[in-house]
């Protein structure tokens, strides 16, 4: 079984095949934004090189956000393109819990995605279930949360992990999903 990932929510395009929950290709690429440009001909190149045509894909996971407008955009509408037309289940993730699953914590914790003007934050349980809404602080509103609150600073995504959690997601209608944006507020003025 085969399973795509797709996230492109930051500055780095991630694209992950795994095989039988398995990862058989990792590609990183730094984009500086230029999402547009590079992810498309990443997954192509990943399945090239590992012989897979896109009708052997069995699966796709993508991060819908909150990230940039044009990046979460990009990862978001390829995904419910290849899903649709491939008919193969589409699963989605956000970035937050994205990165809470990569946490191994005891309690309840607070996990952020950071932009230049300020932060989303999410609260997790220890089972990685998100408490409540994602919140979105400016600048000097998140270093106030910052001083009264433990947020974790995840670094490092932990993609094995990401695919067993994934087993427990329902499947998503491809015609359903929709981003988050950091600058949700904007977005919709």
């Given at each position: 079984?085969?399973?795509?990932?797709?996230?492109?929510?930051?500055?780095?395009?991630v694209v992950i095949l795994y095989k039988n929950k398995k990862i058989v290709?990792?590609?990183?690429?730094?984009?500086?934004?230029?999402?547009?440009?590079?992810?498309?001909?990443?997954?192509?190149?990943?399945?090239?090189?590992?012989?897979?045509?896109?009708?052997?894909?069995?699966?796709?996971?993508?991060?819908?956000?909150?990230?940039?407008?044009?990046?979460v955009r990009i990862a978001v509408t390829i995904a419910k393109t290849m899903?649709?037309?491939?008919?193969?289940?589409?699963?989605?993730?956000?970035?937050?819990?994205?990165?809470?699953?990569?946490?191994?914590?005891?309690?309840?914790?607070?996990?952020?995605?950071?932009?230049?003007?300020?932060?989303?934050?999410?609260?997790?349980s220890k089972d990685y279930k998100a408490l409540g809404e994602f919140l979105?602080?400016?600048?000097?509103?998140?270093?106030?949360?910052?001083?009264?609150?433990?947020?974790?600073?995840?670094?490092?995504?932990?993609?094995?992990?990401?695919?067993?959690?994934?087993?427990?997601?329902?499947?998503?209608?491809?015609?359903?999903?929709?981003?988050?944006?950091?600058?949700?507020?904007?977005?919709?003025?």
């Open positions: 079984m085969y399973t795509l990932f797709i996230d492109t929510h930051n500055q780095e395009v290709k990792h590609v990183n690429k730094l984009t500086g934004y230029q999402h547009s440009q590079v992810t498309l001909p990443t997954i192509k190149s990943v399945l090239e090189e590992e012989k897979i045509k896109p009708q052997d894909l069995n699966e796709i996971i993508v991060v819908v956000g909150p990230g940039s407008f044009t990046g899903a649709y037309t491939l008919n193969i289940p589409i699963k989605t993730i956000d970035s937050l819990s994205l990165k809470a699953i990569s946490c191994d914590m005891k309690e309840d914790f607070f996990v952020s995605v950071l932009e230049k003007n300020g932060a989303y934050v999410g609260k997790f979105y602080y400016s600048k000097s509103e998140y270093e106030k949360f910052l001083q009264e609150n433990n947020v974790i600073d995840v670094d490092k995504i932990d993609y094995d992990k990401l695919i067993n959690f994934m087993d427990k997601c329902d499947v998503t209608n491809p015609h359903a999903i929709k981003p988050l944006y950091i600058k949700r507020i904007e977005v919709l003025k």
